[in-house]
């Protein structure tokens, strides 16, 4: 590794205060991201304006703020290490998106692919702010100056947008805004739904016992685990052709216990698919134990999810109103002091 790339970077991203987590996000995600604290200044933002795009219910989404905190911290990340924050408690997320959205032609907003999905699916109640979404993205994103995004492959094209849009701004005005890069992880933190391997482990899976949850009981991750679907032939081998619910089971192994696919197969080689599921189910009860005694023990502590965010909000709140005291001169704001 040479010296640039060790720099301390700015790394910023944000997620929605929806649903319980799963193993795809901890270990496509929020599991990155606690790596990421203690090598980078990191900003990680609960985007609940980005939550009232579709239809919701108030106490609810104060609810999910207080148990998407919770569960991340469960995961590992440490509010000492990096700034967890709410987006609607810091000051210039929509004002920027207002000076942005200013600078992006609707054309471009109508052909984003999340968009087009997600209007088709709100038909009957399509507001303007499913349109506006990735403009507030962007903001969330440039008004940090940030170096590094974590997101999923889905998010590739917001982040190309966000991009557009510093460029656009910096030619019209002045270098104000960093291009941030998407670090997308690699192709096998991709982790499958247990009961259909073909598509992704997700949170709007309706069977839901093909996806375990970080909060799930023992006992109910054992179950999932051992009724997971598996492949014919009784060899625990890894073959993403055809062998995609083994090859799954031992991506979740590995992933979780750092052991290499090569050791699993060594591991397992002439016994069956019964000891394979009980020990990917032991792996995964040891590896999620302290995460859910956590989560059960600071998921009533308001005070405690209260802190963290005052305090990374403090910090977001300083940066941000950096950037916005530069962007508000020079596109001709005035402050009146
Ligand atoms: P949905 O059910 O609405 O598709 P989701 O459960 O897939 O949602 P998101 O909120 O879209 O979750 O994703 C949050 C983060 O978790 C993203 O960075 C995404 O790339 C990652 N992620 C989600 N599912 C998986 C998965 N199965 N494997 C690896 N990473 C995942
Ligand atoms: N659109 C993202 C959530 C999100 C985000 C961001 C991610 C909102 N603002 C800024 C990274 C940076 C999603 O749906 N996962």
Request: glycine fraction near 6%; include cysteine; aromatic fraction near 8%.
């Amino acid at each position: 590794m040479n010296a640039e790339s060790e720099k301390r970077k700015v790394v910023l991203t944000c997620a929605q205060p929806t649903g319980r987590l799963h193993l795809g996000n901890y270990l496509g995600a929020v599991k990155n991201w606690v790596e990421m604290a203690d090598k980078h200044e990191c900003y990680f933002g609960v985007v609940d304006m980005h939550a009232i795009t579709i239809p919701y219910v108030p106490a609810e989404l104060r609810k999910n703020v207080y148990d998407c905190v919770a569960q991340y911290m469960a995961c590992g990340l440490d509010p000492d290490k990096c700034n967890l924050f709410l987006q609607s408690s810091i000051i210039g997320h929509a004002e920027l998106a207002w000076i942005l959205g200013c600078a992006c032609p609707i054309g471009q907003l109508e052909r984003m692919t999340q968009y087009k999905d997600k209007a088709a699916k709100h038909k009957d109640a399509l507001n303007s702010g499913l349109l506006y979404y990735p403009v507030l993205m962007a903001a969330d994103i440039l008004i940090y100056n940030a170096d590094i995004v974590p997101v999923g492959e889905d998010q590739k094209q917001h982040i190309e947008l966000t991009r557009d849009l510093a460029q656009k701004f910096n030619s019209r005005y002045s270098e104000t805004f960093v291009l941030p890069e998407p670090y997308i992880p690699k192709s096998g933190a991709r982790i499958m739904s247990l009961q259909s391997p073909d598509s992704k482990m997700s949170k709007s899976d309706p069977n839901k016992n093909g996806t375990l949850y970080i909060t799930d009981e023992p006992d109910v991750l054992r179950k999932k685990i051992m009724s997971a679907v598996t492949d014919s032939g009784g060899e625990v081998r890894y073959d993403e052709t055809s062998k995609k619910g083994i090859s799954n089971l031992m991506n979740i192994m590995s992933a979780l216990s750092g052991k290499p696919l090569q050791a699993i197969e060594d591991e397992f080689a002439g016994k069956g698919y019964g000891d394979f599921k009980r020990a990917v189910a032991d792996t995964a009860v040891e590896a999620l134990a302290p995460v859910r005694e956590k989560y059960i023990e600071i998921s009533s502590d308001k005070r405690l999810l209260e802190e963290a965010l005052k305090r990374g909000g403090q910090a977001a709140q300083k940066r941000a109103f950096k950037t916005m005291s530069k962007v508000r001169r020079k596109v001709g704001f005035m402050d009146f002091d």
